[in-house]
Every structure is written in structure tokens, then in C-alpha cells.
């Protein structure tokens, strides 16, 4: 499988891979940012390359490594950039892009009442670059940047003249975002909520970003006054340097990886519980599972605080299906109204901007939407992180919640994954 280029899943414009800076597609405006590019891809999936980094392991499946391809880098030299990059990285965060543990957690499994069939298996993610999965997304950008800016098809001429980074966020996307631009000395703007986290904050100053507080202006229009100053950012020439596949569509490249690791340990499971934010994270699991020889049924977790994509599922059941619900976005995908809170914090995302892949996998996959209440938040962070010992995060263990509330129509037997996603703070 190797990947061809980019179509929009909204109105079918379609890039070449050779495309430099292809983050959005070109129909998406100011006005209408319901447009999200998918990665086209062509043959069998790549077979992956015996190695501990998982960029170079799966180079072969990436649209990033396609992309340096079509712009002339041979492989030997693609090799040495993901190398010298994840070293860079690896100098920040104490660690690079290597696998991260999979296994089946015993006491959680006895613990839920599975046989010795059965059980669930835990992604560990707390360890990796930035505390979270979120650096696999933005790993993918971010080699772009570097070959386009080594291959000379970037405008700006030399690393002096790097236009900075923008991201919208104060947590672990942010961190994320600002661990990768302080290994590569990139500059990079994180626009953050007026009151944002005090300690996550400290951090993201540590790291070199440019922090921006954002307080909601009288001019501005409904939505995030984040959101609406890291557009303003890009519009003005900054890189969307963003974990939301309608901002940068070259986030659903890299993050496939968690996928491919999972599905490389050869485990034959039956289903995949993901806690669902923005859901550029479940597309990405469902993606990368999607090279698994039997893919398992994707169900992607909310809480009840705050549960659009349960409610897209519905609509778009109503609107030509699943599968087909590119051509009505409007129609299903909408911020939620009242978003209540959660321990989960970072799934609270108002609308979920990368549905179209995570209910075109449920559909696939024979998979469905939970929607938890927050005693299953909090018990599945107490078990999950007491039979263990691993120190996630509400929103890090939020998918297990998805297999408490559903149990009881899950056989005993059953092989079910979740991924730790983030370490608690
Ligand atoms: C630890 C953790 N897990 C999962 C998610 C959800 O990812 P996504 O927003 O891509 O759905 C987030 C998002 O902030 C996160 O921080
Ligand atoms: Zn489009």
C-alpha cells in the first residue's frame, strides 16, 4: 500500500502526494471549514521493516514517506531524516518514536470477569514523546516540513526564515506541538484559553513556545477565541500545526502508527473501545487496525457531557448512511449545544471535526458509539490504573469506561483493546 495522494471525503477535490503543504483541501474557506482531505492509497498495505522506531518500521505506509519520494529523497536518505529527527526529539522528551507496550492486562481482565479466551489489552501511551499519543499526529507534519524545506519546494529559504507553527490547545496536544518545535528549533505559537492550566502553561513556556492567552473578544463570532486566533495565525502564514484532520489533514498520516502497532503484535481482537475528542485518535486507531488480518469492531466513547458523534451516528443513519455521510456534514456534525464537564476533560471537544473516518469505521468494522456516564469515567480510571499500575490519565483510560458501560454485551471471551492514551497531569 502505498499512498497516492489526497481526496476530499466532503467534495471529492483531489492533491497529488507530491504536494507540498496539501493541509487542507482547496474548497475549505474561511467560511466553510467542513472539507477534510483522506489519504488515497493504492496495492497491498507495505509490510512493515524490522525496526524499534515506528516511522521507519511503517515508512512504507506513510503518505510522508511518499511524499519525500515523489520530491526526489531516496530511501536511504528518508531513513536518515525520521533518524535525525526522532534523535532531536529524543534529546527533549526522553524518548523517540519507538513502539509502545501492548499487552493483555491480567488483573484488568479477571478484574472485568473475561476468561483466559478473553481479555482486554492495553495500549500504553503514557510513556511516549510528550506523555501522550498526540506527538504521532503531529510527527507526520513535521517531517513534512523538514523534507520540503531540504528538498527546496518550502518558500522560505533557510531555517532562519521558518514561518512559526500555530496550534490551538493547553494540553497534551500543545505539549506535544511544543516538545517536536523546541527539538528542531522550530518557532511555534500555542493560542491558549484565558484561563488556561497554570502548570501545563509552565511547561509550554519552558519548552520556548509563544504562548497567546485568548480571551473571547467582543468582535469575535461563536466558537473557541482559540480557535478563531490560531485561523487568524495561518491565514497569515503560520503552518497549521494542528491535531484536527479539517485544520491539517497531515495529522491522519502519522497517528496511524498506534494502529499498525497493534495490529503488528499479530493479537486477534475482537473490538477496539477509543475515547473520541476532536477524533483525529480514533480515526487513526481505525486506520492503522485496518492492516490487521481481522479488523476489529471500532466503538468510539463519549460522555454524556458532551456526545456529537453518538448523535452523527444517528443523523447520518437518516442521511444516505455512514458511509456516504461526507455529503452532509451539516446535517449531522454540529457543536454540541451545552458541554457539560468531566474528568475527562480532553474529550470535551464541542465537535468532533474528524467524525467522517471514525462512523465510516464503526459502519465498517460492525462497530457502534458508547456514550458513558461519569461513574464509569471515574471507575475505569480507578481499575484500569489500579490493576496496571499504569498512571493514565480520565481521559487516557475514557475508552475502558466505553467497555464498562457495555459488558454486559460483550462476551467473556471476548479479546477487546484500549489505548492509555495520556498520563495523568
Ligand atoms: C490523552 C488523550 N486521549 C485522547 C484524546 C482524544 O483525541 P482526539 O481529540 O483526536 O479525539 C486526547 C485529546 O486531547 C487526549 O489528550
Ligand atoms: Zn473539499
Redesign the pocket.
Known amino acids: 500500500m502505498s499512498v497516492t495522494g489526497w481526496r476530499c471525503a466532503v467534495c471529492g477535490a483531489t492533491l497529488p502526494i507530491a504536494a507540498p503543504f496539501s493541509w487542507r483541501c482547496p474548497n475549505s474557506t474561511a467560511a466553510d471549514h467542513r472539507h477534510v482531505l483522506q489519504i488515497v492509497s493504492s496495492g497491498p498495505v507495505a509490510p512493515a521493516v524490522d525496526d524499534p522506531n515506528s516511522f521507519v518500521a511503517f515508512r512504507h505506509r506513510l503518505a510522508w514517506d511518499a511524499f519525500a519520494a515523489a520530491n526526489g529523497m531516496d530511501d536511504a536518505a528518508r531513513v536518515a531524516m525520521v533518524r535525525e529527527a526522532d534523535a532531536l526529539v529524543a534529546k527533549v522528551a526522553g524518548t523517540g518514536f519507538v513502539f509502545t507496550p501492548f499487552a493483555r492486562a491480567d488483573a484488568l481482565s479477571d478484574a472485568l470477569g473475561f476468561t483466559a479466551a478473553g481479555g482486554v489489552w492495553v495500549k500504553d501511551?503514557t510513556h511516549h514523546v510528550g506523555g501522550?499519543?498526540?506527538a504521532r499526529?503531529l510527527f507526520g507534519i513535521l517531517l513534512h516540513l523538514l523534507t520540503a524545506e531540504r528538498c527546496g519546494v518550502a518558500p522560505w529559504r533557510s531555517s532562519v526564515d521558518r514561518p512559526p507553527l500555530a496550534i490551538a490547545?493547553c494540553?497534551?496536544?500543545a505539549l506535544a506541538a511544543s516538545t517536536l518545535a523546541a527539538a528542531v528549533g522550530w518557532p511555534i505559537r500555542v493560542f491558549v484559553p484565558e484561563f488556561a492550566n497554570p502548570v501545563v502553561v509552565a511547561r509550554l513556556n519552558e519548552l520556548g513556545a509563544a504562548v497567546v492567552h485568548c480571551p473571547r473578544l467582543s468582535t469575535d463570532p461563536p466558537g473557541d477565541p482559540c480557535v478563531h486566533r490560531f485561523r487568524e495565525a495561518v491565514a497569515a502564514g503560520a503552518v497549521p500545526f494542528s491535531?484536527q484532520g479539517p485544520e491539517n489533514a497531515w495529522c491522519l498520516d502519522g497517528g496511524r502508527t498506534i494502529g499498525w502497532e497493534i495490529a503488528a503484535t499479530g493479537v486477534a481482537l475482537d473490538r477496539v473501545f477509543v475515547?473520541?475528542?476532536?477524533?483525529?485518535?480514533?480515526?487513526c486507531v481505525a486506520g492503522g487496525l485496518q492492516a490487521s488480518d481481522r479488523t476489529p469492531r471500532l466503538h468510539a466513547v463519549q460522555t454524556e457531557a458532551c456526545a456529537p458523534v453518538a448523535r452523527a451516528w444517528e443523523l447520518a443513519g437518516q442521511h444516505g448512511g455512514p458511509l456516504a455521510a461526507g455529503a452532509h456534514w451539516a446535517d449531522c456534525m454540529w457543536p454540541w449545544e451545552h458541554v457539560g464537564t468531566s474528568a475527562a476533560d480532553?474529550?470535551l471537544?464541542d465537535e468532533?471535526y474528524?467524525w467522517l473516518p471514525v462512523v465510516a469505521a464503526m459502519a465498517d468494522t460492525g462497530g457502534s458509539p458508547v456514550v458513558v456516564g461519569e461513574a464509569d469515567v471515574l471507575e475505569a480510571n480507578q481499575v484500569g490504573c489500579r490493576t496496571t499500575g499504569i498512571d493514565a490519565?480520565a481521559?487516557?483510560t475514557?475508552g475502558l469506561a466505553g467497555l464498562l458501560a457495555m459488558r454486559g454485551s460483550v462476551g467473556d471471551d471476548e479479546r477487546v483493546a484500549v489505548v492509555f492514551?495520556?498520563v495523568r497531569r
Not at 475515547?275 to 480515526?283: D, L, N, R, S, T
Open positions: 501511551e501522550s499519543h498526540k499526529h490547545s494540553g497534551n496536544a491535531v475515547q473520541v475528542g476532536g477524533g483525529a485518535f480514533a480515526a480532553g474529550i471537544d468532533t474528524d490519565s481521559t487516557g475514557a492514551s495520556g
